[in-house]
């Protein structure tokens, strides 16, 4: 069954008292238009926990080009069908008054250094600001033991990572690995605004990153990229970045050496619509 919260005094009292009953909370934020990525961080929450929450709240604070804002897909009873196969979800849907109270001109900026100046960061300058004031935000209203984000967004798993660390925060993060269409391209709720011909096209991404993985341990990072982007470019997909960053620091790899986690990240522009999409190359992502 779903139940739907509106009122952030609405879920700070459930959560209260979710925590005296001494249940385990799973939470999963979310923009909504949810895909079978998102399905698999609901499963995996409800196989763990006693109460999934999940938060469908498009955040106009990461959105760096308004168009975008505007356009991203908002179906919520759509979202509360998909979520009532799965099972008992608690859907918490504010609006923009609950979540910023003050207005959203009043944001404070967190030093992210050098995590929110590369890849995604330096193609949308503010995201990653906006991303996580909006989680702290959420996680003060919702403060889950376990928080389910998925490994699609490497960056923004990075970044929330790192801050729940500074924050010293008890709460437990589970990465989940990314979800697939049948010809590779990963999920994402801008599929949506894909003509069928860019979707089978988009498949390439995810093949032209595993054929990067495949011949990694053999050659410069540099030569990889190299031939990957000529491979793009002979495709006619044009990469915003395509980047081979360490898993934690998300500085740049030259050389593959013992005990590093690597991982390609790459952004595209195909007919209009901007995808991202990441392998990891080596070694082991740690969730904390
Ligand atoms: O990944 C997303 O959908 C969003 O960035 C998040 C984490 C829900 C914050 O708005």
């Not at 923009?31 to 499963?43: C, D, N, R, T, Y």
């Not at 967004?153 to 970044?159: H, K, S």
């Amino acid at each position: 069954m779903i139940e739907v919260i509106r009122t952030a005094a609405d879920m700070t009292s459930a959560m209260v008292r979710w925590t005296k009953e001494n249940k385990s909370t799973g939470f999963v934020p979310t923009m909504g238009a949810l895909h079978e990525g998102h399905i698999s961080l609901v499963q995996a929450s409800l196989r763990e926990n006693d109460i999934t929450i999940l938060s469908v709240f498009v955040n106009p604070t990461q959105f760096n080009n308004p168009s975008d804002l505007e356009k991203y897909p908002r179906n919520l009873d759509k979202d509360l069908d998909l979520l009532n196969k799965l099972g008992d979800v608690v859907v918490f849907a504010p609006e923009i008054q609950e979540i910023y109270p003050d207005g959203t001109n009043l944001i404070q900026r967190i030093d992210l250094g050098f995590l929110e100046q590369t890849m995604e960061g330096r193609h949308r300058p503010g995201h990653f600001q906006g991303v996580v004031q909006v989680v702290q935000r959420l996680l003060c209203i919702v403060p889950a033991s376990k928080l389910y984000m998925g490994q699609k967004d490497f960056q923004q798993f990075t970044i929330i990572r790192h801050m729940l660390y500074v924050w010293k925060s008890k709460i437990q993060l589970v990465i989940c690995p990314i979800i697939r269409e049948e010809n590779g391209l990963a999920m994402s709720s801008r599929n949506e605004r894909l003509s069928s011909e860019a979707r089978y096209k988009a498949g390439e991404i995810f093949q032209i990153l595993q054929w990067i993985k495949k011949h990694i341990q053999h050659n410069s990072t540099d030569n990889l990229l190299n031939e990957a982007r000529k491979m793009l470019d002979d495709r006619s997909l044009s990469p915003e970045y395509l980047e081979i960053v360490d898993c934690t620091t998300l500085h740049p790899i030259k050389n593959i050496k013992e005990g590093l986690c690597a991982v390609v990240c790459i952004a595209v522009w195909v007919d209009g619509v901007r995808l991202i999409d990441n392998v990891i190359l080596y070694g082991k992502l740690t969730p904390a």
